[in-house]
């Protein structure tokens, strides 16, 4: 998935040399929150954590008022699953903090055809985590930090989501969007393991830099 969405930003950037390609950074913060299901038992609550994003994006004309808007973006996860010893291993707290390179592939409608206004975005994200902490808090009061496994029976390096946010420009020199993004699977590999399906909330602003591509 992550090519195909790789490919379709090199396909629109390469049909759009010729246009007003708009470009710049933009930076931000999220509250993570999650969906936990122990495989045959409960669903268990969650504490939602924050983190931030930052990076860079293209605004490319796709047809009349409607852009491709990739972005590449550094992105940090984190959240605490409150077991309760709900797995009988003795966790009571389970903090996650995980690093993502994100990759979100838009579609962007302007409702002005002047680069100011509001706008609305909607779209695929794939992200792959490339480290993170695994905290575990125990009955006992004791403490337990390793880094995050990544396998086949642990955690997972890809992540999917579906991206939508709302925005306002102004005349293509800044921005700023609030969005929602909904974690489409888990986040764990192991079929017996708790499903942990992440969704997150993002408050987002962005500058573009003179001139066009």
């Not at 605004?59 to 959240?79: A, H, I, T």
């Not at 902490?133 to 990544?150: A, C, H, I, S, Y």
């Amino acid at each position: 998935m992550k090519r195909i969405l790789l490919c379709s930003a090199v396909l629109f950037c390469s049909l759009y040399a010729g246009a007003q390609v708009f470009y710049g950074v933009m930076g931000g913060l999220q509250q993570i929150d999650a969906r936990v299901k122990i495989f045959e038992g409960p669903v268990v609550p969650v504490k939602p954590g924050y983190g931030f994003h930052v990076g860079a994006f293209l605004k490319v004309p796709f047809d009349k008022n409607l852009y491709f808007v990739p972005q590449l973006l550094y992105s940090l996860k984190g959240f605490t699953v409150q077991y309760n010893n709900a797995l009988r291993d003795s966790v009571v707290n389970n903090k996650l903090g995980i690093h993502y390179i994100e990759i979100p592939a838009l579609l962007q409608f302007d409702t002005k055809n002047n680069g100011e206004g509001l706008f609305f975005q909607f779209g695929p994200s794939a992200s792959v985590a490339f480290g993170g902490t695994d905290k575990k808090t125990f009955l006992n009061g004791k403490e337990r930090k390793n880094q995050v496994k990544f396998a086949n029976t642990a955690y997972g390096r890809f992540e999917m989501n579906l991206v939508g946010k709302i925005g306002y420009q102004v005349k293509n020199k800044w921005f700023v969007t609030g969005g929602y993004a909904l974690g489409l699977g888990s986040i764990v590999n192991d079929d017996l393991a708790p499903k942990i399906g992440p969704r997150m909330i993002t408050l987002s602003a962005g500058v573009f830099f003179p001139g066009k591509l």
